[in-house]
């Protein structure tokens, strides 16, 4: 057993299998970067391990949908050419990922059923269903020669979801009767007394604050929360509101979720986005992408009046129905700033809305209960921070149940038997940093990639004054470029337009807010250099107050 990723950070998570030459892979996971690393656009696990043993890997399976689970699949697609196990909506998610990549025609892509068992090799891999924040969720309980490894994915215990398709307890009851060698238990909530509410849990608040609202509401949650999306729109239909839907994310989860059957809308229920202004305000759903603050995001925007439908007005209610991702904090209540500027109500998850958010993740009852059902023989936590595996490994060893708690971190080499589970060295693990040109990066440490970002591609410095005073924009832009190979007049001076195109097509609250200003220009100059000359240098937007 060997985790390339999610044993340390929360996302990439990715985990091998291997039992003498087959291996198999759990997951493929992504996480998004922290702010210092510059131009990049996602991480990845290294796989370098399963580069070097192509031949033997027979498969990846995935537990479900999510980011942190999948995103890494095109990157590792495009390495290995091995089949991807998954249930139908996962694989939705799936399919629409590597066509945005071209790499569709060339995957092999299997649906597998909770309940239905099938065999990789020396592994017969039996999914079985759980309940998450997403749908058609799976644990995996891998049966090997030496015994059963059971995989939890993200989970917990609901057992009256709102599709009707709860948590199978008994499968998991059986296999503790069986015998389970080892189990690998999600470590997210660890830290959370008691149990997590059921997703039903939220219809009473969302329920009065549909009833209560009077004018427009604005409806914000994961795009991925399909449970949420459809309370959303049977509560918009029950107090006659018509739903109007923005953000790429949340229309392309809403559309993937009619088609398998998981939405089923009343008809004349949807609108077009530019149906809005035609509608009574008090008509209107309007369901946003954004809540996290994203600065370019559709609520983002809107927050700030530049966004060509979403109009906020004073008495609008916005309703953040989710949790606050840890290091979002500053950019989502820099949005509430704006939306609070603009005299709108907004309802957020700050411990005074009431129950408008519930998590997908179980907490340590719900940890107890499945080590109970269970009663493994080794127990390995997984998917989070060092902490979190701590307090976890932690909790089990104090239940009495398990006869060996093995902490491991991404690298580490597990050997497992019926007798003994033993760390035996470790292999390469790390993070792939890739941008959206699609150039790969293999990141030792911060300061190493920005001096390579530095040495090949240059930086690019786009300055601005703003009189402090007035808010207005004092001469024209500046554009300094150092270490760029590829310098000319008109380069610079497009670059110059493009930066001041930006500037007057942004609005007063926007330039009030440089992270948004300058996101914004970074964004437009780098889309304009990359097509003009394939290089990819540092920008890095400097707005000096005068």
Known sequence: MIPLGGLGEFGM???ALRWQDDIIVIDAGLM???EELLGVDIVVPDISYLIENRSKVRAILLTHGHEDHIGGLPWILSELNVPVYGTEFTLAYVEGKLEEHRLLDNADLIEMLPGKRFTLGPFSVMPIRVTHSLVDCVALAIHTPVGVVLHTGDFKVD???PDGKPFDLHAFAELGKQGVLALLQDSTNVDRPGYTPSERAVRPRLDEIFSQTKKKLFFSCFSSSIHRIRLAMELAHKHGRKVAIIGRSLDNSTEIAQDLGYLD???????????????PAEKLCIMISGTQGEPMSALSRAAVNNHKFAKIDAGDTVLLSSRVIPGNEKGIYRMIDHLERRDAKVIHDDGTAGLIHVSGHGSQEELRLMINLVRPKYFIPVHGDYRHLKRHAELAGSMGVVEKVVLLEDGD???????NATKNGKVTTGRVCIDSGGSIDVVEDVVIRDRQHLSEDGIVLPIIAINKRTGLVENTPEIVMRGFAI???KLVTESRNIVQRTLDNSSPEEKADYAIIKEKIRNDLKRYIQKSTSRRPLIMPVILEI
């Open 13 to 15: 998570n990715c985990m």
């Open 265 to 279: 809308l009343p008809q004349g229920l949807i609108i077009s986005p530019g149906q809005i202004r035609d509608m």
């Open 487 to 489: 310098q000319d007049e």
């Open 159 to 161: 057992l009256s979801p």
């Open 413 to 419: 080499i597990l050997e497992l038997d019926k007798n």
């Open 32 to 34: 998004f970067p922290e």
